[in-house]
């Protein structure tokens, strides 16, 4: 390997694209396509990226085999920054396999990284930790060591894990100064204002107040009876009965929490539950049929009595109840959710991470783009989706002159 080569992939190594591009950007050999392909892609040009990384894989000859799986690891990482979750995992798998076996131990551990990471993002934590578990950080260098940490935080802030997690970020943050790469500091300094940002809201006698993410962890182990209108459940001392595919019943069960220690009226459960604005005796029993059902589903934690005006819930081993609900509650949340992260989703995507169908997701958008909350570009396949930018704020790059001190 020569020496341009040589100091184009440490000056990628160090978070300097465009320094490597200086030494590459005239080459056409198979070692320069794949580090440009890199500089491109860490400059954010992620289609560039992905055309070079193909032709740099496609040059290198049948005997190097190393080089070929290296670029299909990259091409694997464009893929999960740019929310292409239908890349075939197969061919990660296969390249890891191949890193492993001429002892690129670095390179395979940033696969299996590149995988748990996409594990994460569609929701499959046991899969995602058990092959973590299997990755040892000590023997990786800092930048990898950054994005294990990462990984690590991802799943203990979805277990609501706290304690993990902060420990996790604490590593990722003496890693990232270690690699002295200010983007691996500004992405760990993001994933840290989660534990510090508002992750639910608790609703109690009335009362409405933000709960931290700790705080959401320190509700559910105590003795309250909590419901979750985070995943539809309801929880008491480590026992969940879940109502995430019973919507009716899981709606009564909120509306009796959020008014306890009284009653609801059946108008009002009836309106909230049914949208019966002028009920009638066929929804009359149709609510005393749910509230039966919502009876035994609870009846291990609590039980639903009847009152002259309507129905109370009545825990059975604690005298407190509280609602635990998202910090924003809208129509298609869980969209938004996904692409408040800034990046841009296809639709595809978005319906493979919700485990919905795609049209499901497809209408979702159009109605949260006709109301001005997303924003989409491209055509056909290449159609993407995100949030809107902030108004107001002009891009360094847009400013007339040096910032002031510059």
Known sequence: MDSLITAAARALAAGDPLGALKRVALRDDAPALALRGIAMAQLGDLDRAKALLKSAARAFGPREA???????????????????????????????????????????????????????????????????????PTSLPPASRVAHELVAAGIAIRRLQTKEARAALVRAEHAAREAAIPALSAEVERASLLLIT?????????????????????????????????????????????????????????????????????GTLLARTFRAKHADESHRARLRVEIGRLRAELRALADVRATKRGFALAPRHTREIVVLVPPIEEQHAAVLAFLA???????????????????????????????????SYGRGRARRWMTPPVPGFPTILLLPGPLPGN
């Open 198 to 266: 508002p992750a639910a809201r608790l609703i109690s006698r009335g009362e409405e107040r933000p709960l931290l993410l700790d705080e959401v962890e320190t509700l559910l182990a105590s003795e309250a009876l909590v419901v979750d209108a985070c995943r539809r459940v309801v929880w008491n001392a480590g026992v969940a009965v879940s109502l995430a595919t019973r919507p009716v019943l899981f709606a009564l069960a909120r509306a009796l929490s959020e008014a306890w220690p009284g009653d609801v009226s059946r």
């Open 341 to 375: 992260d800034g990046e841009s989703w296809s639709s595809s995507a978005l319906a493979i991470a919700l485990g919905a169908s795609p049209r499901t997701v497809q209408r979702a958008l159009e109605q949260l783009a006709a109301a001005g909350k997303v924003q």
């Open 66 to 136: 190393m080089a070929r799986a290296r670029c299909v690891v990259a091409e694997a990482e464009i893929a999960l920054v740019s929310r292409d979750l239908t890349w075939p995992a197969k061919a990660l798998d296969a390249a890891r396999a191949t890193l492993e076996a001429h002892g690129d131990h670095i390179n395979a551990a940033h696969a299996s990284n590149l995988e748990v990471r996409r594990l994460l993002l569609i929701g499959r934590l046991d899969e995602a930790q058990r092959i973590l578990a299997g990755l040892d």
